[in-house]
């Protein structure tokens, strides 16, 4: 298949504003492109590459010319749209929550399982941001000495939240300073000087939705059931970038010194690991960038077989955009090798 049309879904917002600008970065190849949103974003002007755009209205008929579409939805505008572009033979490129964990969607992170491409059946899955990062860091320990459990905690920013999670982090800092009371609209409990352990709603057993996000799609991404997930999910006082404390515990058994540099031949992953000056990965440090970075790295005191690193990524590029945009990328390589 020929991937000449292309379009992008919720164009306008947050996620998609970067994916319009990675593919002027990464010079996608196209012959046409579209740019779809809801009713009331449509008619909105974009400019990509050098042209101005006019922001098209996401109906049916809006996909009848398109080959290939990546959508940065809500779940349920995803339920809708992705089965309109599948009838009228577009592929789509899904960023949302909602086909993830169907058996017939595969889910992908192109440098841990490009291979599952060609199961698509006109639509393709893009996992949740603090999943993405941790299955890039995991994998080449993985390949080299077969994770049998991972325990992790997340310190996940507000821009996970959107453009208004990342506005009430900086609106109620400046009223607690100000000494001034502050009227929360996005997160349940003050985000400003504060920690909050939950995010999502109660999903089993006492973890929340997007800790099990993580537990189901590393097993789907690695195909392998067996693997053990302990997650713990946190919401910090952060603009942009996610951190993860990670612990694996491995088949086989892996120094230190071996971690790290499976860590550095691996591509997509920066190591930033010098604890005597002070340098690992911090997210002020990240924003902005595609890799996943990695540092802290040592052997784990309470597991034989442990390795313990400290894990931070842009979870509006890697963690979604340049993710998604990276699955296109394979579809259209794929397309030509034929």
Not at 52 to 74: R, Y
Not at 98 to 113: A, F, Q, S
Not at 146 to 168: F, M
Not at 190 to 219: C, D, W
Request: glycine share 8%; aromatic share 6%.
């Amino acid at each position: 298949m020929v991937y000449e049309n292309i379009g992008i879904v919720g164009a306008t917002g947050a996620v998609g504003s970067i994916i319009r600008q990675l593919l002027e970065e990464r010079n996608f190849p196209y012959k046409t492109i579209t740019f779809l949103a809801s009713k009331r974003s449509a008619g909105t002007k974009l400019t990509f590459r050098g042209e101005e755009h006019t922001v098209v209205e996401m109906t049916p008929d809006a996909f009848n010319d398109l080959d290939l579409v990546i959508g940065s939805t809500p779940d349920e505008t995803a339920q809708e749209f992705a089965p309109w572009a599948i009838e009228r033979g577009c592929v789509v490129i899904d960023e949302s929550g909602y086909w993830r964990m169907d058996k017939t969607v595969p889910l992908i992170v192109p440098e841990v399982n490009p291979e599952a491409i060609k199961d698509h059946k006109g639509l393709i899955a893009s996992p949740n941001c603090s999943t993405t990062q941790m299955v890039v860091a995991m994998q080449p320990l993985h390949a080299a000495a077969k994770i049998r459990r991972v325990i992790v905690s997340t310190y996940q920013a507000t821009s996970g939240a959107g453009v208004a999670g990342q506005a009430e982090l900086t609106d109620s800092s400046r009223a607690s300073l100000d000494g001034q009371a502050y009227d929360r609209k996005t997160f349940a409990h003050p985000i400003a000087f504060n920690l909050i352990p939950q995010i999502g709603g109660p999903k089993h057993e006492g973890y929340t939705s997007e800790e099990m996000k993580m537990v189901y799609e590393t097993r789907k991404i690695f195909g392998d059931d067996s693997i053990l997930v302990c997650p713990t999910c946190v919401r910090v006082p952060v603009t942009n970038c996610h951190s993860e404390s990670i612990l694996v515990e491995t088949e086989k058994p892996l120094s230190a010194a071996e971690a790290t540099q499976l860590f550095r031949d691996f591509p997509g992953i920066t190591v930033i690991d010098d604890l005597a000056n002070g340098q690992y990965p911090m997210p002020l440090g990240c924003t902005g960038n595609d890799d996943v970075y990695v540092g802290r790295i040592r052997k784990d005191l309470s597991c034989e077989n442990g390795i313990a690193f400290w894990c931070v990524s842009d979870n509006l590029r890697k963690g979604a955009a340049t993710n998604a945009v990276q699955i296109a990328e394979l579809l259209v390589n794929s397309a030509a090798t034929v």
